[in-house]
């Protein structure tokens, strides 16, 4: 079993920036991507980041250019930099960590961007 504890999220202005950190307990194996989905209301959960050794970084269309990955492997930690937020950001951001078919899901930590 595999379990998250997310921070980072909260209220920031259109074009600001924020950080969102997760820290995984469990068995974690690098290999496997670990990394961050969002789901904004009446839509459907979509992919921001993830990272793996091996594989490398994988961004979803909204967040290329704006978003940036990081993991520490050692710790089982990653860290997803924001910058140039936009309110159609705003949504619930998961930490995720998929390990084969079976893919672990954090408690999801708000982020409202709105001036």
């Known amino acids: 079993q595999v379990q998250f504890v997310e921070s980072g999220g909260g209220l920031v202005q259109p074009g600001g920036s924020l950080t969102l950190s997760c820290a995984a307990s469990?068995?974690?194996?690098?290999?496997?991507?670990m990394g961050w989905y969002r789901q904004a209301p009446g839509k459907q959960r979509e992919l921001v980041a993830t990272?793996?050794?091996?594989?490398?970084?994988v961004y979803g269309d909204s967040a290329k250019g704006r978003f940036t990955i990081s993991r520490h492997y050692a710790w089982n930690t990653v860290s997803l930099q924001m910058n140039n937020l936009k309110p159609e950001d705003t949504a619930v951001y998961y930490c995720?960590?998929?390990?084969?078919?079976?893919?672990?899901w954090g408690q999801g930590t708000q982020i409202t961007v709105s001036s």
């Open positions: 995720s960590y998929g390990q084969g078919d079976i893919l672990y």
């Open positions: 469990g068995t974690i194996f690098s290999i496997y991507p």
């Open positions: 990272i793996a050794r091996g594989a490398g970084m």
